[in-house]
């Protein structure tokens, strides 16, 4: 890994703002009276997850769970597992997982497909990036916030082997050798 990399700004604070108020916007439509669980997929999605759920003006309760890390962006997931678990019935509730970013898609399609098997009363994703030249598996996003260039992406929650998550722009990086 390069220490040279150097991070530009792809989509800043503000822009981010708008489109989280945009997503807020629609969630808020749709599940009014619904009583959801947000689920947040550990770590990347914390930043926006926080961002987003001030926003909404209904009650909804916030989970997170945290998958066996693989390196985002690997062609094979591996063994994609679940290292920590959810302590919300699922069975039943109406389930928005939320997530940093789709990049293969692996992630997000084994819990998808890993909560359908709960039983939720309905189930969809919001991401707020989508890297779909990238994909290997497909998934449906149901909330969208960007569609993103194939660069190394970060900040806002996303990182590069650890690195830039706490940048509060969307940036990519440029590996300088
Ligand atoms: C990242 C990201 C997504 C996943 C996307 O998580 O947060 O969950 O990779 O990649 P995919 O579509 O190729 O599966 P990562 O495993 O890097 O963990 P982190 O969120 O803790 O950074």
């Known amino acids: 890994m390069s220490f040279q990399a150097k991070p530009?700004?792809?989509?800043?604070?503000?822009?981010?703002?708008a489109t989280v108020r945009k997503l807020a916007a629609e969630?808020?439509?749709?599940?009014?009276?619904?009583?959801?669980?947000?689920?947040?997929?550990?770590?990347?999605?914390?930043?926006?997850?926080?961002?987003?759920?001030?926003?909404?003006?209904?009650?909804?309760?916030?989970?997170?769970?945290?998958?066996s890390s693989y390196g985002r962006g690997r062609s094979t997931?591996?063994?994609?597992?679940v290292v920590q678990?959810?302590?919300?019935?699922?069975?039943?509730?109406d389930v928005l997982v939320v997530e940093d970013i789709v990049d293969t898609g692996h992630s997000a399609a084994f819990l998808l497909d890993y909560l359908r098997k709960k039983k939720?009363?309905?189930?969809?994703?919001?991401?707020?990036?989508d890297k779909p030249s990238r994909r290997k598996v497909p998934v449906t996003i149901d909330y969208l916030g960007f569609t993103v260039p194939d660069k190394f992406i970060v900040g806002y929650?996303?990182?590069w082997d650890e690195r830039f998550r706490y940048l509060p722009d969307i940036c990519?990086?440029?590996?300088?050798d």
Do not use: N, W
């Open 8 to 17: 530009r700004v792809l989509f800043s604070r503000q822009e981010i703002e």
């Open 27 to 67: 969630i808020s439509q749709d599940y009014q009276g619904k009583h959801p669980l947000l689920l947040g997929i550990l770590k990347g999605s914390f930043m926006f997850m926080a961002d987003l759920i001030r926003l909404l003006d209904f009650p909804l309760e916030v989970e997170f769970i945290s998958l």
């Open 77 to 81: 997931p591996g063994e994609l597992k």
């Open 85 to 93: 678990g959810l302590r919300s019935q699922i069975r039943g509730r």
């Open 120 to 129: 939720p009363a309905s189930l969809k994703l919001c991401a707020l990036t």
């Open 157 to 159: 929650g996303i990182d």
């Open 172 to 176: 990519f990086v440029e590996v300088e």
